[in-house]
């Protein structure tokens, strides 16, 4: 496993980063990334440090430690195991940074498993979980075609969207574009595949592989840094969450890029393409790892939230105290599911378990709705005080402003202006500034369209019988009368003086 050192050097290997039209030449110095590859280089330090490693390691298939969760479970204690792995790193970021390494070991991990499905690619899916577990990578994935024209087909729009352009004997040449690469560029590989199911047509388009971040013609087209503009608007003392948690999003461009063979997991099959995200455990073990993650950040937010009001002095009022029991709720709530997806897990090939999909489905469906709300929450209830602070930490370096500041923004209980302003700061930066607008829109997006985040539970109670034991529950309460009354001898019929027995 990668130490935080080996990391960030690892990320000095002549990748393409474009940010502000022009080309990155180092991604852990720049002002627009340093600190968010800092914040993944602690994730690897942890899994070495004396304290932490017990958490977050175990041994891995192959001779080596590995994290918990880059290894494929064989039982609910494995599952739970993982699943505080997962939450230990995630309290590294406070829960805002989501992409972190352990989330696409949500695939990683089931390649072992499930690597019969990959047919003609069987070795390949082994060697990438041998790999995972060894060296545990940072991966990124791009499985969404952009936002072109998707009333089209994929071989309408062939000049964008990824497809194989070119097969040899060693590999195969692709081009086109993906979305979204969260962190891709502090990552080592992106991931490809497509998330919406591919039509009958041209099957170039119907790809599944692994590319590392430095290959020839792979660029990465950053969104804007949320990092760099906390580092020049102002201090830590003013974004303390955004100036170091920014998981940088960005387009990924293949211009004629060549993948080996053996980074492939399948090649010009519809049937595969389509099945990998359904059929080999990703989706369990991503909303596993998703709905650990969005705890923690509501643990942190349950906290934020106390401290807020406490400071106000408005943490005894009634309404506010029912706010703050719902939010409370709220992250019992996933923090239940989390675990219930472990203790009642399914059965995967080979002996292995995976996550229960069905209360992941639960999980994607009402986090999405969760998060404005907790984000509505600290508006009503902190209110005013979140647009009255001083612009910047430089007001109370002002010896004649200072004065002032202590007077007039100091809290209940005796908290100085300086304690307040800077808690005050952390709310803002969690959900008002364009870090916490980015966040926002990333947990309402996270599982993908809300249509389909809703139809998967309707479509996972269809397969598993689900949906005919609701229906049969609701026959057999219709069975119990019909026009001449009860059908049964435990009720009285209206003409009856007593019970059949």
């Given at each position: 496993m990668y130490t935080g050192k080996e990391y960030l050097e690892s990320l000095k290997d002549g990748r393409e980063v474009y940010l502000n039209g022009e080309k990155v030449e180092d991604v852990t110095t720049h002002p627009a990334y340093r600190n968010a590859a800092k914040s993944v280089s602690l994730l690897y330090d942890a899994l070495h440090a004396p304290d932490k490693k017990d958490i977050l390691?175990?041994?891995?298939?192959?001779?080596?430690?590995?994290?918990?969760?880059?290894?494929?479970?064989?039982?609910?204690k494995e599952l739970l195991e993982a699943r505080d792995a997962m939450a230990e790193w995630s309290k590294l970021s406070y829960g805002f940074m989501g992409r972190t390494p352990d989330y696409k070991a949500a695939f990683l991990g089931s390649l072992g498993p499930f690597a019969d499905f990959y047919e003609g690619f069987e070795d390949n899916a082994r060697r990438w979980y041998k790999k995972g577990q060894i060296e545990v990578p940072f991966c990124n994935h791009t499985i969404v075609n952009p936002q072109l024209d998707r009333s089209e087909p994929l071989e309408k729009n062939k000049d964008v969207f990824v497809?194989?352009?070119?097969?040899?004997?060693?590999?195969?040449?692709?081009?086109?574009?993906?979305?979204?690469?969260?962190?891709?560029?502090?990552?080592?590989?992106?991931?490809v595949a497509n998330f919406a199911p591919l039509m009958p047509g041209d099957d170039s388009?119907?790809?599944?592989?692994?590319?590392?971040?430095?290959?020839?013609?792979?660029?990465?087209?950053s969104r804007q840094s949320y990092e760099e503009i906390a580092v020049k608007a102002g201090s830590p003392f003013d974004y303390p969450l955004s100036s170091r948690f920014d998981e940088n999003d960005a387009v990924i461009v293949l211009d004629n890029v060549f993948i080996p063979w053996e980074d492939v997991l399948t090649y010009k099959n519809i049937e595969i393409t389509n099945g990998f995200r359904p059929q080999t455990g990703w989706l369990n073990r991503y909303t596993f790892q998703g709905c650990t993650r969005f705890a923690v950040k509501l643990d942190f937010m349950?906290?934020?939230?106390?401290?807020?009001?406490?400071?106000?002095?408005?943490?005894?009022?009634?309404?506010?105290?029912?706010?703050?029991?719902?939010?409370?709720?709220?992250?019992?709530?996933?923090?239940?599911?989390?675990?219930?997806?472990?203790?009642?897990?399914?059965?995967?090939?080979?002996?292995?378990?995976?996550?229960?999909?069905?209360?992941?489905?639960?999980?994607?469906?009402?986090?999405?709705?969760?998060?404005?709300?907790?984000?509505?929450?600290?508006?009503?209830?902190?209110?005013?005080?979140?647009?009255?602070?001083?612009?910047?930490?430089?007001?109370?370096?002002?010896?004649?402003?200072r004065p002032y500041l202590d007077q007039y923004y100091k809290g209940s209980g005796g908290i100085s202006a300086e304690e307040r302003v800077k808690l005050l700061k952390m709310v803002w930066d969690a959900i008002g500034t364009e870090f916490g607008g980015r966040n926002e829109l990333y947990e309402i997006n996270y599982a993908g369209n809300q249509d389909a985040i809703r139809l998967d539970n309707l479509k996972i109670a269809e397969s598993n019988g689900q949906m005919n034991l609701f229906k049969q529950f609701v026959d057999d309460a219709l069975s119990d009368y019909d026009l001449n009354g009860w059908t049964s001898n435990t009720w009285f019929n209206p003409e009856q003086q007593e019970l059949k027995v």
């Open positions: 390691t175990t041994d891995s298939d192959y001779g080596t430690k590995t994290h918990k969760f880059f290894k494929a479970a064989r039982n609910s497809r194989a352009v070119e097969e040899r004997d060693d590999g195969i040449i692709v081009s086109g574009a993906k979305m979204v690469g969260t962190s891709a560029a502090l990552t080592h590989y992106n991931f388009h119907a790809l599944i592989f692994f590319v590392p971040m430095n290959a020839q013609g792979l660029k990465v087209i349950v906290g934020l939230l106390m401290k807020a009001t406490e400071s106000a002095g408005s943490n005894n009022f009634r309404g506010v105290q029912a706010a703050i029991g719902e939010v409370i709720a709220w992250r019992n709530m996933f923090w239940s599911i989390s675990t219930a997806m472990a203790t009642d897990p399914e059965e995967a090939p080979g002996g292995y378990v995976l996550p229960n999909k069905t209360y992941a489905t639960a999980y994607r469906t009402f986090a999405p709705m969760v998060w404005p709300k907790v984000k509505e929450v600290f508006e009503q209830v902190v209110a005013g005080g979140l647009i009255q602070l001083p612009s910047s930490s430089k007001d109370f370096l002002n010896p004649e402003l």
